[in-house]
């Protein structure tokens, strides 16, 4: 039985770091930072099998615009007790927490290529995104990311509302140019772009194995890479938004289902 409960002190943090090192292998957040912040309207909070950190997320205050949320920095499982449902656990029991402090909206972010990432981000969780940032985190040798760009979608999570998607049959998906022994390939970006603006909701393919994929053909995920890139920032200007990953059960891709900003809905959670 999986048990979360909010980490506070020196020990704690410093099991985070041991986990840290585990799950990115690389240096680990200093103590005297994560302390800090989570006495100053953060949140760090543990995951324990047996009173084994086995996941954590960790958090602290942003503010843009006049306004203030919680940003979320980092989300990770022990590789032994990963596809457990321990994220979304993690993920729910912050929600909570960030509710009772005051907050009503999350942001993260996340590599758009990582389809589980994206399936529990955006379908499980209900986040959405709009905003598409080029190499984030400048280059970083740790092994999900050395080679490449570190693109990243900036996540949106409004914990005090739900976003209603609307239906039309105004759609449109990005072509493959290829597909061959379960490896595939976009087409030419520009010409899927044109007149896009036309449809209501786009579908994006990425792999739907992308770490796998990186390991088979480099030169074929920096493709994905910088096709993806202009696709998504395309859609973005255009005033699309991404609010779901779409899985295939077969095939070498899922797609990622953007819709016009102005088509959808809201509805507040009732306090």
């Excluded at 979360?4 to 292998?25: A, F, H, N, S």
């Excluded at 989300?75 to 909570?96: N, W």
Aim: charged residues 25%; glycine residues 8%; hydrophobic residues 40%.
């Amino acid at each position: 039985m999986v048990e979360i409960r909010t980490l506070q002190t020196i020990q704690e943090l410093q099991l985070v770091q041991e986990l840290e090192k585990t799950v990115w292998g690389m240096e680990p957040i200093p103590v005297h930072q994560t302390i800090t912040a989570v006495k100053n309207g953060g949140l760090m909070l543990g995951a324990f099998i047996e009173d084994k950190l086995v996941g954590v997320s960790y958090s602290f205050p942003g503010y843009a615009n006049g306004n203030t949320y919680l940003c979320s920095h980092l989300l990770g499982v022990h590789p032994d007790y990963q596809h457990k449902g321990i994220g979304r656990q993690l993920k729910e029991e912050q929600k909570e927490a960030a509710l009772k402090l005051g907050y009503t909206m999350m942001t993260w972010t996340y590599d758009p290529l990582e389809s589980k990432n994206a399936y529990l981000n955006l379908s499980k969780l209900g986040g959405i995104c709009s905003t598409y940032v080029e190499n984030c985190y400048g280059n970083m040798d740790d092994s999900l990311n050395a080679g490449l760009p570190t693109d990243r979608f900036k996540l949106e999570w409004w914990i005090d509302r739900h976003f209603v998607i609307p239906k039309s049959e105004k759609q449109f998906k990005i072509p493959l140019e290829s597909v061959q022994e379960g490896v595939s390939k976009l087409a030419d970006v520009e010409s899927a772009l044109s007149g896009i603006e036309k449809y209501d909701i786009v579908f994006v393919p990425v792999p739907a194995f992308f770490q796998e994929l990186k390991q088979k053909d480099k030169l074929l995920v920096i493709d994905w890479r910088m096709k993806t890139r202009k696709i998504f920032q395309t859609l973005f200007a255009k005033g699309y938004v991404a609010v779901a990953l779409e899985r295939e059960q077969a095939g070498p891709v899922h797609f990622y289902k953007l819709v016009k900003k102005e088509l959808m809905g809201v509805e507040k959670h009732a306090n």
